[in-house]
């Protein structure tokens, strides 16, 4: 359910892209839309008597689904501005404008912005949450399933290296 859930970012993204960036899908953009949000929705139709747990989590994978569609949006405003401000500006302007200069991500700022900031939330979590309950959350059960801790860390080192392929 929860993957099922998740995807829906499509359907977020596009709504988003037309509130924000005011772009308009055609037609067949928008039957696209609903037949995505079509078959989510009768694939997920009998998962909703799962329990409350189940409905929390639901929930939570919802709200990341959209503020990950919300995240592509605003990226690709604060990538794209310049070059529509660009393309909009006087032609008869022939000076810089280095206050628009400064004040514009180019894609690799950008980039890295959002890895700093998403790798110091991530920082902050295993600090806060994690570490306190290590033992209970991590180690115990992987203990009763029968891995070691550096079975597990080889086993996740495995999945990030295999990322960068």
């Given at each position: ?142 203990q009763q399933s029968g891995t070691s801790l550096t079975q597990a860390l080889l086993i996740l080192g ?8």
């Amino acid at each position: 359910i929860f993957a099922i859930i998740y995807s829906s970012v499509t359907i977020w993204t596009a709504l988003f892209s037309r509130m924000i960036l005011a772009r308009t899908l055609n037609r067949i953009q928008w039957m696209g839309v609903c037949v995505v949000f079509a078959g989510l929705s009768i694939t997920a139709w009998g998962s909703a008597a799962l329990g409350p747990q189940v409905w929390k989590g639901a929930v939570l994978v919802f709200m990341g689904s959209t503020v990950h569609a919300m995240t592509y949006v605003l990226s690709e405003a604060i990538m794209t501005k310049r070059a529509n401000d660009e393309s909009t500006s006087d032609d008869n302007d022939n000076e810089p404008d280095s206050s628009a200069d400064n004040e514009q991500l180019s894609v690799i700022e950008n980039c890295a912005v959002q890895g700093i900031v998403a790798c110091s939330v991530y920082l902050i979590w295993q600090c806060a949450y994690t570490l306190p309950r290590f033992q209970e959350r991590i180690v115990q059960p992987a203990q009763q399933s029968g891995t070691s801790l550096t079975q597990a860390l080889l086993i996740l080192g495995g999945i990030g290296g295999s990322n960068l392929v």
